[in-house]
């Protein structure tokens, strides 16, 4: 079968790379970064672009080593967890810096039972299946409340501790609240995990995948 492209209608670019230039110029000129670290600047524009909405800068917030400690551990081979399999979807595999493998266990079959079991919802449930590999982990949540709930406690009930942990579930539900309890956590011998979240109810799979490839690579280019 022999393709051919539709008649052209509309103006409007077609060059990706072109069309991730002009996007991060735009966002650069419109979004205020005055209060950001340089390396944390990347990783907003990157959020700012998945969300397409410079106004989210305002409710951005990070650990001060929240970039240095997530591409540490991704260069030295770390895996990614994520709540959902369109946020690992999202992760961009060419900008990962050493083939890191990206995981989701929604889908595992011990995860309903175990959900029953529990009285929680899948996305957490799956939380527990990360076990030893959490460790040193870099973690994304940007769907489930619940599920960033569950990692909070089983790292403050003294499981692995992940090296570093987006969060940016969306929702109206315990959404804000767990983003608020993953900013105010503390470890027992003082300290915290690094984190990046954006507070209130927005977030989602496209902002925490945004986030992710930002922390893999700083290079604005696809």
């Not at 000129?29 to 305002?58: K, M, W």
């Not at 990614?80 to 990962?96: C, E, K, P, Q, Y």
């Not at 299946?129 to 409340?145: C, M, Y």
């Not at 995990?193 to 690579?217: D, E, F, K, Q, T």
Request: charge should be negative; aromatic fraction near 6%; proline fraction near 6%.
């Amino acid at each position: 079968m022999t393709l051919v492209p539709p008649t052209r209608r509309y103006d409007y670019v077609t060059d990706g790379l072109e069309i991730y230039r002009r996007s991060f110029g735009m966002i650069r000129d419109e979004a205020d970064f005055r209060d950001f670290a340089p390396d944390l600047v990347t990783v907003a524009t990157r959020i700012v672009h998945g969300a397409g909405d410079v106004d989210i800068v305002s409710a951005l917030a990070a650990t001060d080593d929240l970039v240095s400690r997530a591409r540490a551990a991704l260069e030295a081979g770390a895996p990614i967890f994520t709540d959902s399999h369109m946020l690992a979807s999202g992760v961009t595999r060419r900008r990962l810096p050493a083939d890191n493998e990206v995981i989701c266990t929604l889908r595992d079959p011990a995860v309903p039972d175990l959900a029953t079991q529990w009285g929680t919802t899948r996305a957490a449930a799956a939380v527990s299946l990360w076990g030893p590999r959490l460790e040193g982990a870099v973690v994304a949540i940007g769907n489930a409340p619940t599920a960033l709930f569950h990692l909070l406690e089983i790292i403050l009930d003294g499981g692995p501790r992940p090296a570093a942990i987006v969060g940016m579930p969306v929702g109206f539900i315990g959404s804000a609240e767990s983003k608020l309890a993953l900013s105010e956590h503390g470890l027992p011998e003082g300290g915290q995990i690094p984190w990046l979240v954006v507070h209130g109810r927005r977030g989602g799979s496209a902002m925490a995948a945004s986030a992710l490839n930002a922390l893999a690579n700083a290079s604005e280019l696809a």
